[in-house]
């Protein structure tokens, strides 16, 4: 609800109901089988506090393999980076090494530029860019970003 966030999202401030949807559908991935979906509560260690939520999942309709990532820290923790890298750290490392996974993808908007730098840290390359499909997305002049990571990338080491 923090307005940060609705900014960033366009969401709509009185709309509880799409919050419980999505709730119920990460409960609803817990019994797939074999899972392919999962989303993490990010919480701080000392206190318990929720500082937000990350989670990688099979791409519908997509080639074998192909994995999307997600990750939203809450807009107090966004200065956070360290938090956000070990998040994502571990989540490509799941994905490649358990999941098997041979790409994880994302999308983002140019708005949300702590994504976009977060990707590039990673190594992940712009694979498309689209002008913003959603009026709210236009009307700040923003536009998505889609973003790939291979598994071959990921396991070169750096140098």
């Known amino acids: 609800m923090d307005p940060r966030y609705r900014r960033l ?3 709509d401030p009185q709309s509880k ?3 419980h949807q999505l709730f119920d559908l990460f409960i609803r ?5 074999p899972r392919t979906n999962f989303q993490f509560g990010i919480f701080e260690q000392n206190s318990g506090r929720l500082c937000g939520s990350a989670g990688l999942r099979r791409k519908e309709g997509a080639n074998e393999g192909m994995f999307v990532l997600g990750l939203e820290l809450v807009p107090q923790d966004w200065g956070r980076y360290r938090a956000a890298i070990e998040v994502t750290e571990a989540l490509l490392d799941y ?3 358990i999941l098997g996974a041979k790409t ?3 999308t983002t908007s140019s ?3 702590r994504v976009a730098k977060l ?3 990673f190594g992940a390359r712009i694979v498309a860019q689209r002008n913003g499909g959603a009026n709210w997305m236009t009307e700040r002049g923003w536009h998505e970003i889609d973003w790939a990571l ?3 990338h990921w396991s070169r080491p750096v140098t």
């Open 104 to 106: 994880i993808v994302g």
């Open 111 to 113: 708005g949300n530029t």
């Open 95 to 97: 994905g490649f090494h």
């Open 29 to 33: 991935w817990q019994s797939e089988e």
């Open 9 to 11: 999202y366009d969401s």
């Open 150 to 152: 291979s598994r071959e």
């Open 119 to 121: 990707a590039l840290w």
């Open 17 to 19: 109901q799409k919050a």
